[in-house]
């Protein structure tokens, strides 16, 4: 089943049947074969499967390590970063020296969820690439897509589908909010207006309620001139214009857009909507963990800036407190805000996938 598959290269046609016929790839989620873990566990005991297959394209996998118990596990499933057009399902397993979380790493965080019967999962997804239609509405319903297959499968991995925490880093934590929030949203009928409607098969299926998302660096939403202009970064006086002129030809990419004039369309209008997680917040939205403590409140000049701006998490933390929606919130360097309880991320998992 395909989702959002652009024409596959010539590497990628022939790859992918030796890859597979390496073991590189898995499709019998019956019969797993499992490896040694990436990261050192330090006694942890746990299981490893690498590149589960969930869909057609030759980045539609995950990898999936699973605590050796005999109780239906809570799972955590990392999304990576990169702007959607970099990155892999590989980042959490070593240590990221610019990216502290509670003063740890990945590869502990993963240790110490591991220890408490929380199971961790890491996907890939489809990238944006040059000349693609769909923009980022592509990697985001890969996503969605992912996180079905694996609830799906929830019995046969020894999961429990109703306990499941998206987590992500820069993209990775967009998209993870963007899929908690698309369950039971109002969101498909603007989607359906921009994308033919044989795409939307992913967002018709039946999902399980996500129960929380962790963020880190990351962007509030993906309506670019809608939000972030007069919202997020409403401080500094910035025109659209003023910000993204030099960024013209990937502001067209993210949104699938062929020329200029396109984005001036009433579709985009639609588009900008589907790709807006902050309308979409309410008193039912997921409890959300967001620390965006590793990029200053500087001018945002330049696109890294921008995205992982502490306003993105400030005005994240407006619209949930606005709709009583619960919020963890750690944002600014030198640090702006951080909230009382001080709730660290592993705390933050185990509470929130509690039994």
Known sequence: MTYFNPKLSTFERYAQPLLGWFGMEVNDLEN???????????????????????????????????????????????????????????????????????????????????????????????????????????????????????????????????????????????????????????????????????????????????????????QCSYDLEGRWVPEVFNDYNLTFKMMFAPFRHSIMSFYGLTNVKEYFLERMEYYRDAVDMISVIDEHSPELWIDNTHVSQAIPFNASIASHHPYHARALVDHYRRYGAKVTAFYGDPVLHVDRNKESLVKFISRTLAA
């Open 32 to 218: 797993l074969m499992f490896s040694s873990p990436p990261p050192s566990l330090e006694g942890v005991n746990a299981k490893f499967a690498r590149n589960i297959r969930y869909g057609d394209h030759s980045r539609n996998t995950f990898d999936i390590l699973l605590p050796k118990t005999n109780e239906p596990c809570p799972l955590v499933i990392f999304i990576h970063g990169g702007s959607f057009v970099s990155g892999n399902k590989e980042y959490i397993y070593y240590d990221d020296p610019e990216v502290l979380i509670d003063n740890g790493h990945y590869p502990s965080i993963i240790k110490d969820l591991l220890a408490k019967n929380i199971a961790v999962a890491t996907i890939n997804y489809p990238l944006l690439y040059e000349g693609n239609k769909e923009g980022v509405l592509s990697p985001l319903m890969n996503c969605h897509h992912a996180i079905w297959y694996i609830s799906t499968h929830a019995n046969t991995l020894g999961l429990d589908a109703d306990r499941f925490l998206l987590a992500g880093t820069s993209a990775g934590g967009g998209a993870a909010l963007w899929v908690a929030h698309q369950i039971g949203s109002k969101k498909k009928q603007q989607i359906e207006l921009v994308l033919p409607g044989s795409t939307l098969k992913g967002l018709s299926l039946k999902m399980p309620k996500i129960k929380a998302v962790a963020m880190i660096n990351s």
